[in-house]
């Protein structure tokens, strides 16, 4: 019975190509193994790195005094995370209402949020910094930032167009300040309703101011 002729080289290839898919086989095992155990070390690393932040920023809490509250949610905002970003808003809080309002800016723009509630108070603070900065074109930008977040909200996008007005009143931009509050008025008329001062008189009055 014939056999196949045989090829020496071809034969010597085979077995070669065996021996180099061996080597892949092991190469690309070590290689899943070493993304496993650094898929677990960084899980570790990253659960006791939010548990520390969490245990900071629980201390930072129930602070009784301001001034060490301040330093423990500083020392929070450093370790990131969820809570770690949330020490960064409750120090820029913290910053604006003792007067520091560039310092504060500084940590409301560094914090990161997931609720777009949150966000827009973030932004919120960060126009009243402007504002106390002498910085009313930021203002409104972040303002804007704000209301855009708040996605329609019935009392925050109200209660930040007030925001708006004033800096227009300030201004003496009376145009753009009846415009405020008329949308205050079209858009949210129980919140419009519910106020203490009388925001249809304060609409008149801007336009009047106008010359409209």
Known sequence: METPNQNPTEEKDLIQSAKDNKKTIITAAIAV????VIAIVW???NQNGAKDADEAIALADIEQNDSTALALYKDAAKL???????????????LYNDGK???????????????DIVEA???????DCYVNLK???EALKAFDKAISAADG??????????KKANIYRAEANYKDEAKAYETIIK??????QSRRFDIRAYAERAKAQAGE
Do not use: T
């Open 33 to 36: 193994v070493a993304v496993a």
């Open 43 to 45: 899980f570790l690393v």
């Open 80 to 94: 990131g995370h969820a809570s770690g970003n949330r020490a960064k808003l409750n120090a820029a809080i913290a």
């Open 101 to 115: 309002y560039q310092e504060a800016l500084d940590y409301l723009k560094d914090a990161s949020v997931n609720s």
């Open 121 to 127: 108070g973030q932004y919120s603070l960060m126009g």
């Open 135 to 137: 910085q009313n074109a």
């Open 153 to 162: 909200n019935p009392q925050i996008v109200p209660f930040i167009l007030v």
């Open 187 to 192: 858009d949210y008329p129980e919140y419009a």
